[in-house]
């Protein structure tokens, strides 16, 4: 069946612009992640979504970052007047529930100029 | 500060033989222990789960679990140059978050 996917996979912005990345989560999956992963970093936990609601808002860096999910499906991260050091691979995972096994998309390249 | 902690590597292992990755973590309550595999380039692929103590078997893959220890470990059996890549170990907390470790590095000589 089909996978996570993200768009778009890499969107080049320029510094002050809002940006607005998007995830499909696998298909009756009702857990849904962001994660952020800077060049040669690890993975990042920005917000995760059960249902429609952010439980854990703790890992978005800050207010520039909002994130929302409708429908149990699609979710949108979006980032208001980005910054360089905004500038990762955005992560989408999504799981069957809380607690399972997280199946990640390709991911956003993000390029903030 | 909930923890995982990983060798950064790189670990260099010879084609056909045992590459062992090892994982520890500082929370006595989780449940919940995954390996990933990330390539360079690309996102994490998950590899295996492991929720209850000892082994778990797939293919050349073996996850290994200890929970007295606070220890998860991933053997990969007959290592082949296709599984070099960064090995990614998780593990699901309480509030159903996963703590991430930093990554070992896998190089499979041919």
């Known amino acids: 069946g089909a996978g996570v996917s993200q768009s778009p996979s890499n969107k080049v912005t320029e510094k002050g612009k809002d940006v607005e990345l998007r995830c499909d989560p696998i298909?009756?999956?009702?857990?849904l992640y962001w994660y952020r992963q800077r060049l040669g970093q690890g993975l990042e936990f920005l917000i995760y979504f059960q249902g429609n609601s952010a439980p854990d808002k703790s890992g978005l860096p800050s207010d520039r970052f909002s994130a929302e999910r409708t429908g149990e499906s699609v979710s949108t991260l979006t980032i208001q007047r980005t910054q360089q050091e905004d500038s990762a691979v955005y992560l989408c995972?999504?799981?069957?529930?809380?607690?399972?096994?997280?199946?990640f998309g390709p991911g956003t390249r993000l390029t903030v100029t | 500060q909930k923890e995982v902690e990983q060798n950064s590597g790189p670990l260099s292992v010879p084609e056909g033989a045992i590459a062992s990755l090892n994982c520890t973590y500082s929370?006595?309550?989780?449940?919940?222990f995954f390996w990933y595999r990330q390539y360079s380039g690309k996102s994490p692929e998950l590899i295996m789960s492991i929720y209850s103590n000892g082994d778990k078997e797939d293919g050349r893959f073996t996850a290994q679990l200890n929970k007295a220890s606070q220890y998860v470990s991933l053997l990969i059996r007959d290592s082949q140059p296709s599984d070099s890549a960064t090995y990614l170990c998780a593990v699901m907390d309480s509030n159903y978050q996963l703590i991430w470790g930093a990554g070992t590095k896998l190089i499979i000589k041919p």
């Open positions: 929370d006595r309550g989780s449940q919940s």
């Open positions: 995972a999504s799981s069957l529930e809380e607690g399972v096994e997280q199946y």
């Open positions: 298909s009756g999956h009702t857990a």
